[in-house]
Structure formats: C-alpha cells, structure tokens
C-alpha cells in the first residue's frame, strides 16, 4: 500500500500540471483563431494568382520560359521542411520529418549517396531533427515563426529562389502540414522549383487571352517571383495554422488524461487512507483488550 504523502505529492503534481497543459490549449485556441483567419483569407488569392500564373505560362515563348521555370537534370536537390520552433504538438514535427526522408528514400536515394541533398529547415524542430542524423543541413532561417509575416516569409523563398537560378540546385521541394481542421492536418509535398504544371490544370478554365500592360514579358518576370513568394508563404500559413490545430488538441488531450489520472490518484488516497485508518481502530482495541 503506498503512502498518503506519496500520493498526496502525485496529486498535486497533476493537479499543476492539468492546470499548465488548461492554459496551453487555451493559448494555442487564441493563436489558432488569428492563424486561421489568416490562411483563409490567403487561399483565395494564392489560389487565383497560381491559376493566372498556370494560363500565362501555357503559352510562354522558348525564351520566356527560362529561369525559375528551368528543367535541369536532377542532380543537387534542396528539400524546405517547415515545422515548429516549439513542441508539445503532438506528431505534428514527426510527420513531416518522417515524410522527408521517405521522400528522400523514394525519390533522391541517388543524390543522398551522392552527398547532393540538402535540407533547409523551417522552424526548430526540424532543424534539431536533421542535424541529429547527419544530414546536410542549411542553418539560415531556425526562427522565422516567431512574429510571421509576409517580409520574413519572403526571405527563404528570395535565398532559394536566387540559388535555383545561380544553378546551385537542380530541383527544390517544399513539406509541410496543410490545415484542414482543429483535429487534422495533412503532410503535403509540393515542387517549388522549377515550376511545374498544376496537376489539377484539366480542372481550371481554358486558356484566356490576357491582354498585357505595358507588355507581357514585364509582366511574366515580375508575376512569376510574387507568385512564388506568395505561394510559399502560404505553406508557411499552413503550417502556422495547423501547428496551433495540433497542440490545441494536443494539450485538451493532455487536461482529459490529467483528470483520469486525478480520479485513479484520488481514490488510491482514499483507500489508503481509509486502511490506514481501520489499521489505528484495530490496534486501539487490541490495546484495550490487552488491558482488561
């Protein structure tokens, strides 16, 4: 039988961390919300842009066509993983690690021998995850979620961007958890170097004769590099969002499981107490009998 201050120091250890993992969740319920409205009001508008972007470029020049649109044989690769700088997330760091290297395995087994995979991480924990394993990795932007904006977005996306067109890779890939709802985000692994068709394309309209001022080839070279920065920053609003969607449900899992604990604790206390109790009775009459 344990002892009632054991116990009585197990409760209050609960008791306090219930009360951390309450005011977490709601934390992350406040974050979430900002979070949230901000992917929703991004998706539209990235959405629309990438669909302009798709019906302009199926009718670019040979010429036109060049730069972030490049095909290369695939020899150096850069892979951006975007994850948190924080933890108590759930699985959420796990799975996008883990699915980059199944996606290294599947896909870049050659190159990693080769020692031509790199991983830009985005956020802390993914960061810690590959240098623990050795991998190849950049070390420029482990603390960009902190305050996110469009401007701090826009840093990784110019450096990879200026680096495809320096040659320095042949091909750059994006994996992050996309938001769907509180309980639910799903790892997603998109190309962001060199563009590529839509897979959906057969689902947007036709082509459309855009007329274009001043000219189309002024328009091309800047519509491309903005569409490619807000296209990324979106990725990282994703992630934002389902970052603060896993914890929260993370941590009201945490409080639910706390409270079990608290019921099992309570009633060992009670039953302690009440043998320890019963154990007095007995020998305060087994003394008394003595006595007579």
Not at 25 to 46: E, G
Not at 47 to 66: C, P, T, W, Y
Not at 175 to 188: G, L, M, P
């Amino acid at each position: 039988m344990p002892n009632l201050k054991e116990v009585k120091t197990r409760i209050s250890s609960v008791v306090s961390t219930q009360q951390i993992t309450k005011a977490m969740k709601m934390v992350a319920v406040s974050k979430l919300r900002r979070a949230k409205n901000s992917i929703l009001q991004m998706r539209p508008f990235a959405e629309k842009l990438n669909e302009i972007l798709i019906n302009v470029s199926k009718d670019l020049d040979a010429d036109e066509g060049k730069g972030y649109g490049t095909e290369r044989e695939i020899e150096k690769v850069l892979i951006m993983v975007i994850t948190s700088d924080r933890g108590l997330c759930g699985a959420f760091n796990n799975n996008v690690s883990k699915r980059t290297v199944a996606l290294i395995e599947e896909n870049y087994k050659y190159q990693f021998d080769a020692g031509d995979v790199h991983i830009l991480p985005l956020g802390k924990k993914g960061f810690d995850f590959f240098r623990r394993r050795k991998y190849h990795v950049i070390a420029k932007f482990t603390d960009i979620f902190r305050g996110l904006s469009f401007k701090k977005g826009r840093e990784p996306a110019e450096f990879v961007m200026n680096a495809f067109l320096q040659g320095e890779y042949d091909k750059v890939d994006i994996v992050y958890n996309e938001f769907k709802n509180v309980a639910r985000q799903v790892v997603r692994v998109e190309q962001f170097l060199p563009i590529a068709p839509d897979s959906d394309t057969e689902q947007l309209p036709g082509i459309i004769d855009y007329i274009f001022q001043p000219n189309k080839k002024v328009i091309i070279e800047e519509m491309i590099p903005k569409s490619l920065k807000i296209q990324f920053y979106k990725a990282m609003l994703e992630s934002n969002a389902a970052e603060h969607g896993a914890r929260m449900t993370a941590m009201e899992q945490a409080t639910e499981n706390a409270g079990e604990l608290l019921g099992e604790l309570r009633l060992v206390y009670n039953r302690t107490r009440q043998a320890a109790i019963t154990k007095e009775i007995l020998e305060i009459v087994a003394g008394a009998e003595a006595l007579s």
